[in-house]
């Protein structure tokens, strides 16, 4: 059962277009509207432009760099663990009818140190009223209970797609950085049916990559970076588990027990082996335009083979951004302060009659409040026409860090036809 639960919980992930190639979702970019093309500073230059690599301990360094002294320096990041979640709009519905509290007031409490929602508070008190203890009376329950039910009724057959994305490890230094990482894509549902409730999920895919990359400056205020990267895709077809609440020990239930099972060990198997590998490239350059201006591109997901049987339309972004130096502060209260510019997945022809859904701007700000032991940082923007946040506090230098935002993403044929919004949160320990 343990088995059956671990794999039930990893298909609870979020989504990935089949056409694409992995990609890491950093809610730091995510929530700065996905302009980073030409910031990418730190870890995130790994995932979004190699070049930025070579900006790290250069940028507040007056002995690299004397033009970029004033930044905040950054002279390596290294993190063992970053766990995130991204839950949809829909789950705010949920909570409404599970009797929980909202989202914004979930975050807010999150925000200010206070769990008591946590502790005080059962997660969904009105199916803690209607649970029966033999599962069979289920179907009874909820029949007496016709308010709940007609509720229910709002998300039948409604997939919420709820991601997880982790990294077991993230370094980046002067020039060089490396990442192990996963993320996983389904969208599990209900069937409210009173007579035989039941439940499913959608097609699964699970993206795991090992990547590493260089970067060198070639000539004054050129930075050029390669990264490579072998990844596997995880795939498998949507399922519907049929279960007849009145007898338990029925075949048909056990045979849904049983295909479940298989699949855990077909996930299993296929995860702990090396085959199907696929290896890829990704590139990127940066141009110091001055000292306060930086222009980019990126070209990543450069695939040599096929990727769980599909081809990879690679994504080639071009970016710009601006750090006016009059924001800037490279004491010991260090802040940082920049606004990017970015056309992203240029070659993605899905995207070609949704030109706001390719151009993303944001700002982002990050302030030393108590010097080595607290600091805060946020950022905000458009993202393909939608707006995004994020809110992040760092303690003890970044050692543990927790970042809390929200984005979306088109999912009509033109832009602003079908908004389709995350809340995210992120937990990371490192340094």
Not at 151 to 178: C, K, V, W, Y
Not at 230 to 255: C, V, W
Not at 284 to 309: C, P
Request: charged share 20%; aromatic share 12%; hydrophobic share 45%.
């Amino acid at each position: 059962m343990l088995k059956r639960l671990i794999f039930i919980l990893l298909c609870c992930f979020a989504f990935a277009s089949a056409a694409k190639g992995p990609e890491y979702r950093s809610l730091r970019v995510n929530g700065m509207g996905g302009a980073f093309v030409a910031v990418a500073d730190g870890k995130d230059a790994l995932h979004y432009n190699p070049a930025g690599l070579n900006l790290m301990n250069r940028m507040g360094n007056f002995e690299k760099n004397p033009d970029m002294g004033y930044m905040s320096r950054k002279r390596f990041e290294f993190k063992f663990l970053t766990v995130s979640a991204d839950l949809p709009s829909d789950i705010t519905d949920v909570l409404d009818v599970c009797g929980a509290p909202k989202m914004g007031k979930i975050v807010s409490k999150i925000l200010f140190f206070d769990f008591g929602y946590f502790g005080d508070v059962e997660w969904c008190p009105v199916y803690q009223n209607i649970m029966p203890d033999d599962m069979k009376y289920l179907p009874d329950s909820l029949e007496a209970n016709q308010n709940l039910a007609d509720s229910l009724n709002r998300f039948d057959r409604l997939p919420i797609e709820i991601g997880t994305q982790i990294s077991l490890l993230e370094f980046a230094m002067h020039n060089f950085g490396l990442a192990i990482w996963a993320n996983t894509s389904a969208a599990p549902y209900i069937e409210t049916g009173i007579i035989v409730p039941s439940f499913g999920y959608e097609p699964i895919q699970i993206d795991a990559v090992a990547q590493t990359a260089v970067a060198f400056s070639p000539v004054d205020k050129w930075s050029v970076g390669v990264g490579f990267k072998m990844a596997k895709r995880y795939t498998q077809i949507g399922y519907d588990f049929d279960i007849d609440f009145s007898d338990l020990e029925n075949p048909d239930y056990q045979k849904s027990l049983d295909t479940l099972e298989n699949r855990w060990d077909g996930f299993v198997d296929d995860l702990l082996t090396l085959k199907d590998l696929t290896f890829g490239l990704d590139l990127g350059v940066l141009y110091q335009v001055t000292r306060q201006i930086r222009v980019g591109t990126s070209l990543r997901n450069v695939f040599f083979g096929k990727l769980a049987g599909e081809s990879i339309t690679p994504n080639w972004s071009l970016g710009a951004m601006a750090s006016p130096m009059i924001l800037q502060s490279n004491s010991w209260w260090g802040r940082k302060v920049h606004f990017a510019l970015d056309y992203v997945d240029i070659l993605n022809d899905n995207l070609s009659d949704m030109p706001l859904a390719h151009l993303n701007f944001g700002a982002e700000i990050e302030q030393i409040i108590v010097p080595a032991i607290f600091k805060v940082k946020a950022g905000t923007g458009f993202g393909g026409g939608y707006p995004a946040w994020n809110v992040a506090l760092g303690f003890g230098g970044d050692v543990i860090a927790m970042r809390f935002g929200s984005y979306a993403e088109e999912r009509g044929t033109r832009t602003g036809q079908k908004e389709h919004r995350f809340w995210t949160g992120e937990l990371s320990v490192g340094f």
